[in-house]
């Protein structure tokens, strides 16, 4: 499976550029779409599961296009968006027989393999008989995936896929979403909690105010925050000074004062060495950089 985005652009009937000129390619695996809120993703998830048209530019999916082949793309799909909601009364494998009627599973025992063996997948078989409103955080979003899954599909879009998760459910969900990017599925996971990111994808976009920010690996991307990483050890009365001048990721009270990372160019003049960055202090340098028209390389 491949994705090509060309030349994209959303405008808003209100006149909001969401979206300006993006320029991508999406291949097989995980993908993940990282920015800020208002950054433009759900705007992105919603052409690409062609529940919106671009304004400008195309998107290809195979030999595809996003447009005129709706249809043939649809079939394609499977989509977790951010809001999902549940129909109130139906049980947990109602729902899902519904969502794979809709997805176009016409007979019924096929259905109910179909249901049956995808509740086991997402470790709900236990609940079937519960009513899927009552279910706790984690499970609905497990449901919500498995109607996203119920058809076999190649391309899945979870959007914001941990919101309202504790750590543990997103540990679980993030480990399934791994477990079926197998060979020929591009699965694409747009979040602005950098963690969901790190562990699973092999590749990633970077969306900043509409624009495509960065697009590749999150290795080459932690590897842009080399030498911009510093832990500063601070007195009492630089604390607040630091706190001014820099992005700080952390801070930490010690014995002496404080312990205080943050990403710069340079630290002049305080006590501070570098540290090994990680993806989130990369995400902060790349996003502080465009703000502050540093140059980010
Ligand atoms: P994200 O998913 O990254 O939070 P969105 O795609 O929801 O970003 O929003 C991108 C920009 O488009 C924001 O400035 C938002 O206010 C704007 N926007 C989103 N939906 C609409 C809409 N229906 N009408 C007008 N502006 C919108």
Redesign the pocket.
């Known amino acids: 499976m491949k994705i090509s985005i060309d030349q994209l652009s959303k405008i808003?009937?209100?006149g909001?550029r969401?979206l300006n000129n993006i320029q991508l390619e999406i291949e097989n695996g995980m993908f993940g779409l990282l920015?800020p809120?208002?950054?433009?993703?759900?705007?992105?998830m919603r052409i690409l599961v062609t529940l919106m048209k671009p304004s400008e530019g195309k998107v290809t999916i195979n030999e595809y296009d996003l447009v005129k082949n709706r249809k043939e793309i649809r079939k394609m799909l499977g989509y977790l968006p951010q809001d999902f909601r549940f129909f109130s009364q139906l049980k947990t494998y109602e729902f899902l027989d519904y969502a794979a009627r809709l997805a176009g599973i016409k007979k019924s025992k096929l259905r109910a393999n179909a249901v049956d063996k995808m509740l086991e997948e997402v470790g709900l078989f236990e609940a079937r008989d519960r009513q899927a409103n009552r279910l706790s955080g984690g499970m609905k979003r497990r449901l919500g995936i498995a109607q996203a899954l119920i058809n076999n599909p190649q391309i899945i879009v979870v959007d914001e896929p941990t919101t309202g998760l504790d750590p543990e459910e997103r540990i679980r969900f993030r480990n399934l979403l791994s477990s079926i990017s197998t060979n020929d599925v591009i699965i694409i996971l747009?979040t602005h909690i950098v963690g969901d990111i790190s562990s699973t994808c092999k590749n990633m976009a970077l969306?900043n105010q509409?624009e495509l920010a960065y697009s590749g690996s999150p290795d080459d991307l932690v590897a842009q925050a080399e030498g911009k990483v510093w832990l500063i050890k601070a007195t009492e009365s630089e604390y607040q000074e630091i706190n001014e001048k820099y992005p700080v990721i952390s801070n930490v009270p010690t014995s002496e004062g404080w312990e205080i990372q943050v990403v710069a160019n340079e630290i002049n003049g305080y006590n501070g060495h570098n540290i090994e960055p990680n993806l989130e202090h990369a995400y902060v340098y790349f996003m502080e950089s465009r703000l502050n028209q540093w140059t980010a390389v």
Request: hydrophobic residues 25%; glycine residues 24%; without cysteine.
């Open positions: 808003y009937p209100n909001n969401a920015g809120n208002g950054a433009g993703k759900s705007s992105l747009s969306l509409g």
